[in-house]
């Protein structure tokens, strides 16, 4: 097949590092970029048989949300069931991306020809895919490589050069609907966004400057550069002071969503007591919120705090409209113990707990008529069902009901239309947050105060093999090695209010241990006993 010689041909420009082995995780391929060229390549080869197995656009995102190190994602995003998937084929868990990335360059057709055969794929469809990059001096040549591997197989390629991953998620779902998100473009994603925001602020009244100004931390990486692009659709509805922009720091070094959370503390840049701050993650699809109190203590309102203030808002205006939907919130094992027990015995919400990763959470929340999922450490969004945005359009139009109910109805349905569905976005949750921060006046400070966090900290623990460790109850117990599990019972036993479990992580060589107890100091030593016991 002529097709085939072109890939052979090509894909001697992209040649496979002798003895490199890498494995599709939940984050994709992640490597240092040297060794990620071949890899590009084989996905935009993979990419091209998804579509024409699927009939639909495929998205590639070249991202990286660690330093040094490169991730290639292949996804789907389609509308309504929402396909979210970091891997490639239905039921292959990403076998075929690890086969067909090392695969040896003699192996690749057969290795393609297998995959052809095993999922019955018809060659005669069109196959496309979105491609896009972020900030790294990296990504504009492992796009490249993206591309010509998709060309290489005959398939059709939109490049969207730089732009953020729950962008180029929005795009893909745009063009598997018909448009019917909205438009494929970035001018679209904007502008579906903005006006949805525009919209939802219009029922706050009497927004002061300070209440319309937010500082961000762009945490050096694509988000600062498409915030500022976007900021000029809001005719001055937020006033943005963008920092850690790009223009001098590193990505997500002492900067950035996982830096505040997991350290805790503010990023580098200037920021005063009282500000209202949040940080990005490096690709954007993570946020969190923080201030410093006049005492320059430092507060986090992360993930559990942004699910509770949404599913609130969400909540309120259900009833306000009087529409009988089934609302849910969606947490890992590393949702602090308050939040859920806020939402279940104070907001009478219902509570589930899946493992870690977006993809887990993503799924879980499709069961409900209006899901809210999101991680501690800022990234999630909320799903609609198709039955409940049917019934909020159809209330918005009624022209029989008060203007109580035409409100409420008017409100969520501007709120779907700025929530971004396909995959947690960060400029998409922020718009969101500082629309019911207006609406219901509220401060940061008040915000903080809804529940207070039980102190907790997260340590990272180097093992000779993580994988010993395997996990049951959403990674909240473990299974293997025996008696490790007992040992932390028994250590969560002599502290106060105190919870801890360990996972094997799915994004690094290491065990995350997490403990949470009443003092920062119990939680502090648990969580140091609990990693003494995983050695
Ligand atoms: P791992 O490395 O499996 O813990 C981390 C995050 C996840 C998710 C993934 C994907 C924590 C504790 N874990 O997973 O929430 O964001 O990376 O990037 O934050």
Redesign the pocket.
């Known amino acids: 097949m002529a097709q085939f010689e072109e890939v052979s041909k090509q894909s001697i420009l992209h040649p496979k590092p002798a003895g490199l082995v890498l494995h599709y995780g ?2 994709g391929f992640r490597s240092n970029s040297i060794h990620l060229d071949h890899i590009m390549f084989r996905m935009g080869l993979l990419a091209v048989l998804r579509s024409k197995k699927t009939k639909s656009t495929i998205g590639i995102m070249v991202t990286a ?1 660690v330093l040094r190190y490169s991730n290639v994602c292949l996804f789907l995003s389609q509308m309504k069931p929402i396909s979210f998937m970091f891997i490639c084929f239905q039921e292959d868990n990403g076998s075929y991306a690890t086969m067909l990335a090392n695969a040896e360059q003699e192996e690749l057709i057969s290795a393609l020809n297998e995959i052809i055969e095993k999922e019955g794929i018809d060659k005669s469809p069109e196959a496309s895919v979105f491609v896009g990059k972020d900030t790294r001096s990296s990504s504009a040549s492992l796009s490249q490589a993206v591309l010509d591997g998709v060309h290489a197989l005959g398939g059709h390629s939109k490049d969207y050069g730089l732009v953020t991953t729950p962008q180029l998620h929005y795009m893909v779902c745009c063009k598997n609907t018909q448009g019917k998100y909205g438009d494929a473009t970035v001018e679209g994603y904007y502008k579906k966004l903005c006006q949805a925001f525009t919209q939802l602020v219009g029922n706050a009244s009497n927004r002061t400057d300070d209440q319309k100004h937010l500082c961000v931390d762009g945490a050096n990486g694509i988000g600062a550069l498409k915030l500022r692009e976007m900021i000029s659709h809001l005719n001055k509805g937020l006033q943005v002071t963008i920092f850690n922009d790009g223009s001098k720091g590193k990505l997500n070094h002492q900067c950035g969503a ?1 830096f505040v ?2 350290q805790q503390k503010t990023p580098t840049g200037e920021v005063n007591p009282g500000d209202r701050c949040c940080s990005f993650d490096g690709d954007a699809d ?1 946020i969190v919120y923080y201030f410093t109190d006049s005492q320059q203590v430092f507060h986090l309102l992360d993930g559990d705090k942004i699910a509770t203030l949404i599913s609130t808002f969400l909540k309120e205006l259900l009833i306000q409209a009087g529409l009988n939907l089934k609302i849910a919130v969606v947490q ?1 094992a ?1 949702a602090n113990g308050s939040s859920t027990d806020y939402l279940e015995n104070t907001m009478n919400v219902t509570v589930r707990c899946t493992k ?3 993809k887990h959470l993503h799924h879980a929340a499709l069961e409900f008529d209006v899901g809210v999922y999101f ?3 800022g ?1 999630g969004t909320v799903l609609f069902s198709k039955a409940a945005e049917d019934k909020i359009q159809q209330l918005a139009q009624d022209s029989r009901i008060d203007d109580e109910r035409k409100r409420a109805a008017l409100m969520l349905q501007s709120t779907i239309n700025v929530i971004n569905q396909t995959v947690g976005d960060a400029l998409s949750d922020m718009l969101l947050i500082e629309a019911i921060l207006a609406i219901k006046g509220m401060t940061v400070e008040q915000w903080d105060r809804i529940y207070t966090d039980l102190p907790n900290r ?1 340590l990272k623990v180097k093992v000779s093999d993580r994988r010993v460790i395997d996990t049951t109850d959403a990674e909240r117990r473990a299974v293997s090695p025996a008696g490790l599990q007992e040992a932390i019972d028994q250590l969560v036993k002599t502290y106060r209010k105190a919870r801890s479990f360990v ?6 060589d ?1 065990v ?1 241990v ?1 403990a949470e107890a009443d003092t920062q100091e119990s939680a502090d030593a648990l969580a140091h006993e609990v990693s003494l016991a995983v050695y």
Do not use: L
């Not at 996972?503 to 690094?508: F, K, L, N, Q, V």
């Open positions: 939940t984050a949300d996982d959370k997991v993570r890992t590393y870690t990763g977006v991680e501690a450490n990234h997260q996972r094997p992580s799915g994004t690094e290491v995350r997490y």
